[in-house]
């Protein structure tokens, strides 16, 4: 019985909301969905490190183009800095490519708060002057603290403050998946 | 790995792991300065006070430009100007200064432990930047940082460090960092110039340039300090030049590759010949540009650690 209640709990606790063949049409529909809209013409993707980045991999591979991809890490553009105190960690941003006059197609994993596209919205302005910018995320999950939202959306779910979405990659994971979390 | 210092005092305290840390930090920071628009806004509203109670121009200058490329506003603390001279002691100084609400403190002196007295008497971050023959910390990082970039690594590299072994900081900053990222540290100079019992710190010693120079990856020159010869620890600079200057006869002699790093500032025709400094497998160069990307590594970790 208490093995059966722990279950219960164990389910209540987490649930996935995306498996891996979801995931891989998600993406395929996405990138349709980018080729139309926006077209190829002059694109550039740039990826939020860490999933993001991979993400925009999986989509520049779908376009089949030969799109320059980027990568980009927003931990210097932070508006929590001297809020949080321990430093977070730095990785490398990598955009080895003019942006001057290109289509950006930024791209995320989970669409939240909106900071940390503010953030990256000032990185990428440091980089040049695009001619427009737009953005791309697997899971808008609601609760936007800033005027701030998504041109391409994979799927809209709505949970509550106290969950957390989590996007799963092969890459650093081990597998493909989405999942809710109770805190 | 978490950064939990507020200080950089030297290289002797810290642990592999966290010099390897701050190594890694400055791989993602070096980036910056190769963009059209060289900033980042990191540390945005923080006041980092250079302090230098010794000249220098390079490091200053580097330190300068690391914090701004940081968006942190910098103060330059003269200190033939200041109230040093009117007898305040340095303690007073920094405190003072910390009361104007700083940030981090950047401290040269002619005193080794001076940065660490101040570091125990303000709240602020403190960084060395060279103490009497103590320490040097970012000099070795940057030093560590060009080799690791060079070589992939750093365990295993063979450096020869050769020159005034005794009163150099950086000597002792570097020797703490190489060995304790598993290189084989060799020192030499003449013996004059070598502290008695050096080989404690886990390197070797060699008075003959050409035996240091004969089976190494890295030639690192550090630069003679003319003041000394009034101070007989060796008879003339030509005398110096001529047994531990790096010129072509011996570069040619030993018909080895290897890497020629030096901190600067050179004195060509002393320690080392301008033949030898503009070769081809010079790092000297490169050593400036990664003080940078280092230096902005240690002042985000040491502010950031902070609430």
């Known amino acids: 019985m208490i093995l059966n209640r722990l279950l219960r709990n164990w389910g209540n606790m ?170 | 790995m978490k950064w939990e210092r507020k200080d950089l005092i030297g290289l002797e305290e ?31 509203g923080k006041t980092v006070v250079n302090l230098f109670f010794e000249p220098s121009t390079r490091t200053k200058t580097s330190f300068e430009l690391a ?21 305040e002691t340095i303690i007073d100084t920094a405190k003072n200064i910390e009361a104007m609400k700083v940030d981090c403190f950047i401290i040269r002196h002619s005193i080794a432990g001076a940065p660490y007295l101040i570091s125990k008497a303000v709240n602020s971050a403190v960084i060395n930047a060279g103490d009497g ?9 940057l030093d560590l940082f060009t080799v690791k970039e060079k070589f992939g690594k750093i365990a295993g590299i063979k450096i020869s460090i050769i020159g005034d072994i005794l009163h150099s900081r950086v000597a002792r900053s570097n020797i703490w960092g190489f060995t304790k990222l598993g290189a084989k540290v060799t020192v030499c100079g003449p013996p004059s110039l070598i502290p008695s019992g050096i080989e404690k710190m886990g390197v070797n010693v060699s008075y003959k340039f ?43 002699k030993t018909g080895k590759k290897f890497f020629i790093m030096h901190p600067g500032p050179m004195n060509r025709g002393v320690e080392i010949r301008s033949e030898v400094a503009e070769r081809e497998n010079s790092l000297i160069l490169e050593q400036v540009t990664n003080g940078i990307a280092v230096r902005m590594a240690v002042l985000y970790l040491t502010i950031g650690s902070k609430k």
Do not use: C, W
């Open chain 2, 210 to 252: 050409e035996e240091a120079i004969r089976n190494t990856d890295i030639v690192y020159l550090l630069r003679l300090q003319k003041e000394r010869q009034k101070e007989n620890f060796f008879s003339s600079l030509k005398e110096y030049s001529l047994f531990y200057g790096f010129d072509s006869d011996k570069y040619i």
């Open chain 2, 14 to 44: 810290l642990k592999k792991e966290e010099i390897e840390f701050i190594l890694e930090v400055a791989n993602s920071f070096k980036e910056v300065s190769t963009r059209t628009v060289k900033k980042v806004p990191a540390l945005r």
């Open chain 1, 14 to 183: 987490m649930k996935k909301i995306v498996n891996s063949e979801e995931m891989k049409k998600i993406i395929d529909l996405l990138a349709k969905e980018v080729k139309v809209k926006i077209g190829l013409e002059n694109l550039v993707i740039i990826g939020i490190k860490r999933r993001g980045a991979i993400l925009a991999e999986r989509i520049k591979n779908k376009l089949k183009k030969d799109i320059p991809l980027g990568s980009l890490d927003i931990t210097l553009y932070r508006d929590d800095f001297s809020k949080v105190g321990a430093n977070p960690i730095v990785s490398e941003t990598d955009i080895l490519f003019d942006i001057d006059e290109k289509n950006i197609l930024l791209v995320d994993d989970v669409l939240y708060t909106g900071r940390t596209i503010r953030a990256a919205l000032d990185a990428l302005i440091d980089f040049g002057r695009p001619s427009l910018i737009k953005l791309l995320v697997l899971i808008d999950r609601g609760d936007r603290e800033f005027p701030i939202m998504a041109d391409f959306v994979g799927k809209t779910i709505k949970i509550k403050k106290n969950q957390m979405v989590e996007v799963k990659v092969k890459e650093l994971d081990g597998k493909d998946e989405v999942i809710i979390i109770d805190r």
């Open chain 2, 133 to 141: 023959s103590h320490e040097h910390p970012t000099q070795a990082l």
């Open chain 2, 67 to 87: 914090a701004k490329r940081l968006s942190a506003d910098v103060l330059s603390f003269e200190v033939s100007t200041s109230s040093v001279s009117k007898g």
